[in-house]
């Protein structure tokens, strides 16, 4: 039986009293590609890493992430793939391109020259081979993966931002109502099992039943769309059916590229050998506020959801909780913890702990961003315990003016080490403004993505059963 999903639709804990020994730091784990067009020497860093890697067969895994370049505010370029042999951080078989930046880009069809920006890529799906018991389980060896697009405008040397307020693009915020998407594409291992393949191109992404017009899903017309931090999680034994909470921004609503969210479903169709997006439940909103960047999480009968909230304005962020047995009825009153103004995500980690990964305040920090730490969540209470460091840019010989330690992802567990992947990168990287000073050589060839290991103690069960290879 697939030890995450358990006969009663719930994930639990079959671990012998497993713990978390230690954090520690590993160093850079992919600082440049060789796909053409997103490599250093062309001005580009791969800066995402994606949802943590995806394991696609028993000794293969998927590492998807997306590009960034230096030009401007939140400059993601394209979503590209490494294709890894028995671990997330195995050997490299193949690399290659996803979704590309695109200059030129005329979305609307009203001659505009936009830039096609990618960015923070998500892919969930069950391996080739896994087994439910004995059972094949029906979705096996199908795969999607998703990310956001939206438009950027080119002015000389930057790229200016659709939200970025201190930027002078008058018509930005219509742009980008009418362009910020989730695009979706869905794949497959090829036969050689050397690379993937594409079951259907990459593709905005629509609700079952809404495929044209307007209204993207059963939300109705005029809404942005967003998807969270972190893959959905099955929602069934046989895991043809995955949960998770993306974020929707209705045009009106110009404050934030965060808004509301809601619970969306995505099922396998056995007939078309497919993955839709099928349901999509009841707004959920909270006064004053703004909220995004969903981590969804099964504990015991239960999901829990972070999220990323801002006071309008910017003002009181804050990391906002919900506990509820079903994503599509009611969740029950938030619960909040202080959290910077920075991306945070929820895993449940392969000791059977939540944890929150972030960043936290420290003093004389710009950036909010320069320590990485982890903190175990009290499922029950939905408050923060333990805090463990991961990384502390203050105390290594870093090239970086402003470093910025983020978009933390965690990978599953492989026995007793789980691996943890984000983005070390120079602020200059995401922010080329007038005021910030230029970075250097040495800090453009180490930005990228780095890599730190969970050693675990404990019986450790795998995320996959798979089929016996005696049996043929």
């Known amino acids: ?145 998703k990310w956001y697009r939206f438009a950027q405008k080119r002015h000389g040397d930057l790229l200016l931002h659709p939200s970025d307020p201190r930027q002078d693009w008058v018509d930005g915020t219509w742009i980008k109502q009418r362009t910020l998407r989730v695009e979706w594409a869905q794949f497959r291992l090829n036969k050689d099992r050397n690379d993937i393949e594409m079951l259907v191109p990459p593709s905005v ?83 004053g506020r703004v909220i995004g960047e969903a981590s969804v999480n099964r504990v015991g009968e239960e999901y ?32 909040f913890t202080e959290a910077p103004s920075a991306p945070r995500v929820a895993f449940s980690c392969g000791d059977g702990i939540l944890r929150l990964f972030g960043n936290e305040r420290v003093s004389h920090d710009q950036n909010n961003r320069s320590v990485l730490r982890c903190w175990d969540v009290d499922a029950q209470r939905l408050t923060l315990g333990r805090v463990r460091t991961i990384f502390d840019a203050r105390q290594r010989n870093l090239p970086f003016v402003y470093p910025l330690v983020d978009m933390p992802k965690l990978c599953p567990a492989q026995g007793t080490r789980q691996l943890l992947l984000f983005r070390l990168i120079d602020r200059v990287h995401t922010a080329n403004l007038p005021r910030i000073p230029k970075s250097n050589k040495e800090a453009f060839a180490l930005a990228g993505i780095h890599a730190a290991e969970l050693t675990l103690a404990g019986d450790i069960r795998p995320q996959w059963n798979f089929r016996d290879r005696s049996r043929g």
């Open 1 to 145: 039986m697939n030890p995450v999903v358990q006969r009663d639709n719930t994930v639990v804990n079959t671990s012998d009293r497993p713990k978390l020994l230690g954090v520690r730091y590993l160093g850079p784990f992919v600082t440049d590609t060789s796909v053409p067009g997103e490599t250093k020497r062309d001005g580009i860093i791969p800066a995402h890493p994606g949802g943590g890697a995806l394991q696609v067969a028993r000794d293969r895994w998927v590492l998807f992430l997306s590009t960034l370049t230096p030009e401007g505010w939140d400059a993601c370029h394209s979503i590209l793939y490494q294709l890894r042999a028995d671990a997330p951080d195995g050997r490299i078989l193949q690399e290659g391109m996803i979704a590309s930046a695109q200059e030129d880009w005329d979305p609307l069809g009203s001659g505009d020259r936009l830039v096609k920006c990618c960015g923070m890529p998500i892919a969930f799906g069950v391996p080739h081979d896994a087994v439910c018991g004995t059972q094949p389980m029906p979705s096996a060896g199908v795969f999607v993966v």
């Open 205 to 287: 992404l629509r609700q079952h039943g809404y495929e044209m017009g307007e209204s993207l899903c059963s939300l109705g017309p005029n809404i942005q769309t967003h998807h969270g931090m972190k893959p959905p999680v099955p929602e069934n034994v046989d895991c043809t059916s995955w949960v998770s909470c993306d974020t929707f921004i209705p045009y009106h609503d110009n404050r934030h590229d965060h808004g509301s969210v809601a619970p969306v479903r995505y099922v396998f169709n056995e007939q078309t050998d497919l993955y839709e997006w099928r349901d999509v439940g009841q707004l959920i909103t909270l006064p």
């Open 304 to 335: 829990i959801v972070a999220l990323r909230s801002f006071g309008y304005n910017n003002s009181g962020t804050q990391t906002v909780w919900f506990r509820t047995p079903d994503l599509f009825s009611n969740w029950g009153p938030p619960r």
